[in-house]
Each structure stands twice: as C-alpha cells, then as structure tokens.
C-alpha cells in the first residue's frame, strides 16, 4: 500500500494541507475534510482513505477550472457544469465543486440572469430572444422571464411598448408584400428586393 509521507500546511492557500504519497506531491487538500481520516505520516494508506483522498483532490481540480472559466466570464451553474464535465471532470467531484461556489456565493443563476438581461437589453434585444438564451444556459424557466422582465422594466422597455414594436414592423412588412404583389413581377425571389419604376 502507498505511504503518507507529508502532510503539511500549505503556504499559498489558508486552511489547506499539501498531501504527499510515496515521497511525491499528492495534492493540495482542506485541512477540514482530512482531520477525519486519521492520516499519520509514514504509515500506509488504506484503500478506503486513499479513494477518499483521490476524491477530494478530483473536487479540488473541479473547483480550480471552474474558477478559471468563471474569471473570464460569469455563466449559469448548469452550463458551468457541462463544461467541466466536458473537461473529463468526473461528475460528482463537479457537483461537490458547484455547491461549494454556490455556498461561496460564486454561482449564483438569478444574479447572472438579470446582469445578462441587463447588458443585452441595453443592446436592443427582445425580450423572447433573452428569455430563450437564457434556458439554453441552463436557467430556470421562471428565473429567466423574471430576471428579463426587471432588466426591460429597468431599460423603460414595457409589453405595451413591445407590442407596439411588433405591430409596427408587420405593418411594415404586410406594407411590402402589398406593394411587391401588385407591382406583378414574378421574378424577383421574395419581397425585400427593390421594386424597379414602370414605363409610363
């Protein structure tokens, strides 16, 4: 069976331990979730506490990618977790790791729907195009309608005035099918091309 041969404070993380085995770097580990194991330096690992260990070490890879992803930008917990699945992150170790984010206040999916509304409702983005990003980020169904919501409330964006909106750009569009379909010219392919002037 391998040996615990270090187990000592680690100098650039409050609170952890770095763990060697067999005279190589295990991993850095929380102080916290070894005190149960009973871990002796110099004596062997039994098979339970190493897979426990192993467990943890996955956990702790797990959190660090997911920090990394989330400093380039913020992203919703389910698609977070794909992505560190996607990286061969073993499933558990990166569930452990998002309720850990969460219970940091890292993850947070209402936060991160009403900025994400917000910066692109400023952009001119409707609301049933927020709506539906949303979701395909993983984002609670009710979450996203009300996060969208408040953010177009905020930009002074109401369903009167969408509605308003919508109706203006059929008119639009039904004023040029009108004009296309009388001029009589079948060979032009659909109804935004230019109407050419008839010879008088």
Do not use: N
Not at 129 to 138: E, H, I, N, S, T
Not at 149 to 178: C, H, N, S, W, Y
Request: glycine fraction near 8%; charge should be positive.
């Amino acid at each position: 069976m391998p040996i615990l041969t270090g187990l000592a404070p680690d100098p650039r993380q409050l609170g952890y331990r770095l763990v060697e085995v067999d005279r190589g770097r295990f991993a850095s580990l929380p102080g916290d979730a070894l005190a149960s194991l009973q871990l002796d330096v110099g004596r062997e690992i039994p098979p339970a506490v190493l897979a426990r260990l192993r467990e943890l070490a996955d956990i702790e890879a797990a959190c660090r990618a997911a920090l990394r992803t989330l400093t380039r930008r913020a992203r919703a917990r389910l698609e977070l977790g794909r992505k560190l699945i996607k990286k061969q992150h073993p499933p558990e170790a990166v569930e452990a790791a998002l309720q850990r984010l969460e219970a940091r206040g890292l993850i947070d999916d209402r936060r991160f729907a009403e900025q994400y509304a917000t910066v692109r409702a400023a952009r001119g983005q409707g609301p049933a195009r927020l709506v539906k990003d949303l979701r395909a980020q993983g984002v609670d169904p009710r979450v996203a309608e009300e996060s969208v919501r408040r953010a177009l409330e905020d930009e002074g964006f109401t369903p009167e005035i969408e509605g308003r909106a919508v109706a203006a750009k059929r008119a639009r569009q039904l004023g040029t099918f009108r004009l296309w379909s009388e001029s009589g010219d079948c060979s032009r392919s659909s109804p935004g091309e230019a109407i050419p002037e008839q010879p008088h």
